[in-house]
């Protein structure tokens, strides 16, 4: 048997190890405390629904922020959004159908198996989410310039709570505002003392 409890012992070893190695990594590169969350977090199953928080402080209304969601509804972003959300939807129901008709697994086996594949997937996910920032920061930079786009890149600098990129692209839906100005201005801005 492939799916063996041995393996799936072993995975969930690799999974806490690997996620204890990401958050040291997180909290030397930020200089910032990661509180209870950050134990949470490394805790599997209820690392699925532990909220992240992105922001220090509400973002600012600007012309901006207000050309970015016209872009997201410009490229009908939350139709396709959905659209993969549903589609993943399925394909859990169908593997973990699969895993418990055909594999013959108990459900508590099927459910932690399930918990490991969607980590990759849900990393995915959030690339797929990036990609839509990315497109809808495009859009308001065609529409407003260089100045103002980097004025709001600063005023969103300053509300979010600094993650790295690899942290993000674990954790989080938006990418970090470096790699948003970084794709937009070709320069990485941050706020000052957060390298
Ligand atoms: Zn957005």
Known sequence: ????????????????VLR??????????????????????????VNDIVPLPESRKEIPESEFVCKHEEGHRHHRHSVLRNIYKVAMLLVSVWVLAAML?????????????????????????????????YEADRYAFKELGKTKT????????????????????????????????????NKEIRISGSR
């Open 1 to 16: 048997m492939i799916l063996s409890v041995e393996l799936l012992v072993a995975l969930f070893v690799a999974e806490f």
């Open 20 to 45: 204890l190695a990401l958050e040291i990594r997180e909290r030397r590169a930020t200089m910032l405390r990661g509180g209870i969350f950050s134990v949470l977090r490394l805790i599997p199953l």
């Open 101 to 133: 008709v055909r594999g013959g697994l108990p459900l508590w086996q099927a459910i932690l198996w399930m918990h490991l594949v969607a980590i990759p997937f849900r990393a995915l996910f959030h690339l797929y989410c990036w990609n839509q920032e």
């Open 150 to 185: 980097k004025a709001a890149m600063h005023a969103l600098a300053e509300c979010e709570i600094p993650y790295t990129k690899l942290f993000a692209v674990m954790y989080r839906e938006h990418p970090p505002v470096a790699s948003r100005s970084k794709k937009l201005l």
